[in-house]
């Protein structure tokens, strides 16, 4: 008994002081509650065409991943664009480029595109990308990362840091350096680009100009309170992944750091917990009935607590990562206009040419 003891004690004071690592409760605020809206009639379609994949029928597992990425792919190849896509694939990089009319190879956004780190394409996230493309009249690269399960976490990660470093030396025409540069993600790409940034800054290359992190997951140790008491508002990840709030936490931190096999604390995959001094301008958008909110909330109050010129932006009543549901949604264009103002900020600062 004495051995079980000990062997308890020890696993409980590894998890919440390794794997949970400090306390960051302090950076919550309270949120102002609004009344609900009844959804307008595009948001209706929008929560109509997400339904079409609830239900659980479409297996487990790598069955369900595949089901998954193939239902993502399929609601990005189903639209009409005005960019033209071209596929680039290497030994080292792959992804595609996306060009809307009179773009400028000069200016580059590196998009990572989302999907929980196991499913999305450069292909799923073309509504994104396109929109971007012809809103900002840059050249942009949505990296094809590898994911999980097939690979570690850390192996996506790396490629996010060789396309940085290609993109500042590469074009769509060829070899050129990059004159401006933003990297913008959304969901688990939004995780990724702040992680990047922050890796940027320690490496001492040349910094992005700008980041864009929409509906970001910033922490891996998932204690954010709006992760438990948003599922029930949150009509895209709330039924895929609401079942974890009535799993321990515990339990939850050991899963995370056997799926990722990397601890749930390291910055590299929650860059809440890392420094978030010296970064450069980043516009986080996230809506206030999404599982997220708190995740982007924590990130920003830490981030503008260590002087970094980071700023929220939230909406209303929309599902998570609501931008991909461009033009039918007249918040995604509010949003857009928004990234448009605020890069067209950036760039003023900078004394550089308009972004926008």
């Known amino acids: ?9 020890a696993f409980v004071m590894f998890s919440y002081l390794v794997l949970r690592g400090e306390n960051l409760s302090y950076l919550d605020q309270p949120v102002p509650r609004h009344s609900a809206r009844a959804p307008s009639e595009a948001m209706q379609s929008v929560l109509a065409s997400l339904s079409e994949f609830g239900g659980g029928s479409h297996g487990r597992g790598r069955q369900r991943v595949h089901a998954v990425r193939a239902f993502m792919d399929k609601m990005g190849a189903e639209r009409e664009y005005v960019s033209e896509f071209h596929t680039l694939s290497t030994q080292e990089l792959r992804g595609e480029w996306v060009l809307a009319p009179n ?8 998009y990572l595109h989302g999907g929980a780190f ?15 493309a012809r809103l900002t009249g840059a050249a942009v690269f949505t990296l094809d990362y590898r994911l999980m399960p097939e690979h570690k976490r850390i192996e996506g990660i790396e490629d ?29 790409g939004g995780n990724l680009t702040l992680s990047l940034l922050a890796w940027v800054r320690d490496q001492g290359l040349r910094q992005a100009d700008a980041g864009i992190a ?3 997951a910033t922490d891996a140790v998932l204690d954010a309170p709006s992760l438990r008491s948003n599922i029930a508002t949150d009509a895209m990840l709330g039924p895929a992944f609401g079942a974890l709030a009535k799993v321990p936490s515990i339990l939850v931190l050991w899963y995370t750091w056997a799926t990722s096999r990397m601890l749930p604390t390291d910055p590299r995959i929650s860059p809440l917990r890392g420094s978030l001094a010296d970064l450069p301008p980043i516009l986080v ?19 503008q607590a260590a002087e970094s010129p980071v700023l929220l932006q939230t909406w209303p009543d929309m599902v998570h990562v609501w931008q991909m549901f461009t033009p039918e949604l007249a918040e995604a264009e509010e949003a857009y206009a928004n990234i448009a103002e605020f890069l067209s900020s950036v760039s003023s600062t900078d004394g550089t040419e308009q972004a926008a």
């Open 1 to 9: 008994m004495f051995w079980i003891a000990i062997t308890l004690v």
């Open 103 to 110: 773009f400028d190879s000069g200016r580059r956004i590196l």
């Open 118 to 132: 196991i499913a999305g394409s450069p292909v799923s996230h073309r509504p994104i990308t396109d929109r971007l």
């Open 160 to 188: 996010c840091r060789r396309a940085y470093r290609w993109i500042l030396e590469n074009g769509p025409d060829g070899r050129s350096p990059a004159q401006t540069l933003v990297v913008a993600g959304d969901s688990a």
């Open 214 to 216: 929409l509906s970001p």
């Open 285 to 303: 958008q996230a809506s206030d009935s999404e599982m997220l909110l708190d995740d982007a909330r924590r990130y920003v109050a830490k981030a």
